[in-house]
């Protein structure tokens, strides 16, 4: 899914519950405001949590040695930060219940 994609899906499930109110150039604005806020926070070394769905987080990875694909030589891989997002149970109960195809019912012998 694209950004677009996503701006299309949130403009029509506004539409849906509060009516065409908000155009979706106003939506792409919401969308594009909370991808920046997201962006900012995790700059500033903050974690964000949004309830039911997950949390973003800086996680910091150790320096390891890594190889030159190309000639093979060992190669030091400095500490840095880094960003990733945990699910919460609530999404990952929800992605496991989908990912599952139904279950066919059982005809009598």
């Known amino acids: 899914m694209t950004k677009a994609d996503l ?15 908000i155009s979706k150039k106003d939506c792409a604005r919401v969308v594009d ?8 926070a995790l700059k500033e070394q ?4 949004v309830r039911g769905f997950g949390t973003f987080k800086i ?13 093979g030589d060992p ?5 840095r930060p880094v960003p990733v997002f945990k ?10 219940d989908e990912g599952q195809p139904e279950a066919e019912p059982v005809q009598g012998l």
């Open 87 to 96: 699910p919460s149970k609530e999404l990952r109960a929800l992605v496991a």
């Open 75 to 79: 190669v030091e891989v400095a500490a």
């Open 46 to 49: 903050h974690n964000i949590e």
């Open 7 to 21: 701006v299309e899906q949130v403009t029509a499930s506004i539409a849906k519950t509060a009516g065409p109110m």
């Open 59 to 71: 996680r910091r990875r150790k320096t390891r040695m890594a190889r030159n694909p190309r000639t």
């Open 33 to 40: 405001a909370f991808l920046e806020a997201v962006k900012d």
